[in-house]
């Protein structure tokens, strides 16, 4: 594109008003400070950089925030009861999907509810979530608008972004844990008497070491790689990040050629890290963020190892492509591909319906 053409553009796009994240919104968030604790001045400021493709601000702020509430039932400061907790989450998010999807592969939605806050929310709003996809924009157990309320009930100088996900004690609404990296293996080790009797064994004694070093393994190459490429500010980085993804995808390519899953004949919580990436890959990633040297569909194990675990009710259940899709295309620009808003056709995604060939592995 020429110089001109491009300003042109840019030009352009400065006018669109992109307030439509939610544009039936009947809540007028910019007067509640309990909605959006963080309105104001800086905010403002915020916004206005994003809309001029400030994205040096925007990495700064949404740069991986260490997760502020950790309390645990593995070590008895949080008792296992069943009705006492809700898991909020976004199904746009793959970390949060992490968890949903464990909670019913676990068969423990019977004992913890979920509730699912909007992949969009209201133009000048950072950091926080809402509700706006429930009736009268409310969580129908927490009764709360916006994640914030149960993040400052539980710390009332709470002044960062409120993530997902949040598991949140439904009496006193507060969160207790929101740390995408250990509630698996919480839910997995202290919830055992809940689980359904066909439940598998996420995390094994004697697989623990493993899991755990590859699960750093696949956050660092895959998880989050694909984040740092979409968001790399310059040609050596992004390439950096591009690189350690396919190459990490290659090795597991050869890995899932000798087995169905990625630690044998069972899954385990690595494979819903995994899992919660690849279903995002071929319609997020490679397209959005330029992660696109392969498609996850061009290598045979992969491919079909995902769609195996699609064809499981817990995986398939927690995914939404149409979330995925508003929230990655409409809202979540990256310098890679900030041009345009338009919500691509493709890939096609019946062919998540077609047969898989891992059965050979039984
Ligand atoms: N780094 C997060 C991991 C979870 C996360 O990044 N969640 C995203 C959604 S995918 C979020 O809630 N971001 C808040 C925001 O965008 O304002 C954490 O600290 O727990």
């Known amino acids: 594109m020429t110089k001109i053409k491009e300003a042109a553009l840019e030009s352009e796009l400065t006018k669109i008003d992109v307030t ?17 604790p963080r309105a104001g001045q800086k ?16 990495k700064k702020y949404e740069a991986n925030q260490e997760p502020q509430f950790n309390q645990l039932f593995t070590d008895g400061t949080l008792p296992v009861k069943p009705g006492k907790y809700r898991l909020i989450w976004s199904k746009h998010c ?11 592969l676990l068969g423990l939605n019977t004992v913890i509810s979920k509730g699912v806050v909007d992949p969009l929310r209201p133009a000048g709003v950072v950091g926080d979530w809402f ?41 006193t609404g507060k969160v207790v844990n929101n740390n995408y990296n250990t509630l698996n293996t919480e839910l997995a080790l202290a919830w055992k008497k809940y689980q359904s009797a066909t439940a598998p064994d996420i ?13 750093q393994i696949i956050y660092t190459d895959v998880n989050a790689a694909v984040n740092e490429a979409g968001l ?20 597991l390519e050869q890995r899932l050629s000798k087995q169905r899953y990625l630690f044998g004949k069972q899954i385990t919580d690595t494979d819903i890290r995994l899992f919660v990436t690849l279903v995002r890959f071929d319609t997020v990633f490679y397209q959005k963020y330029y992660v696109n040297k392969k498609r996850l569909v061009d290598y045979p194990n992969l491919w079909n190892y995902a769609k195996d675990l699609y064809t499981v009710p817990a ?6 492509f149409d979330a995925i899709k508003k929230r990655f295309y409409q809202v979540d620009h990256t310098p890679v591909s900030d041009l345009t808003r338009i919500i691509p056709k493709g890939p096609d995604l019946s062919i998540w319906e077609e047969p898989n060939d891992r059965k050979r592995f039984e």
């Open 20 to 36: 439509e994240e939610l544009a039936a919104c009947p809540i007028d968030f910019s007067k509640s400070q309990v909605a959006n």
């Open 43 to 58: 905010q403002k400021e915020y916004n206005n950089g994003l809309s001029k493709s400030n994205f040096n601000e925007r």
């Open 94 to 104: 793959p970390w949060a999907t992490r968890i949903a999807i464990a909670i019913d």
């Open 131 to 171: 509700f706006t996809l429930d009736a009268n924009n409310e969580d129908p157990v927490l009764h709360t608008h916006a994640l914030s309320e149960s993040y400052l009930r539980a710390d009332p100088t709470y002044k960062l972004r409120t993530t997902v996900p949040a598991l949140v004690e439904i009496e």
């Open 203 to 215: 995390y094994p004694v004697q697989l623990r070491a493993d899991i755990d070093a590859l699960n």
């Open 232 to 251: 790399a500010r310059s040609q050596a980085d992004y390439e950096k990040y591009y690189e350690r993804v396919f190459n990490r995808l290659d090795w």
């Open 315 to 320: 995986f398939k259940n927690n995914t939404d």
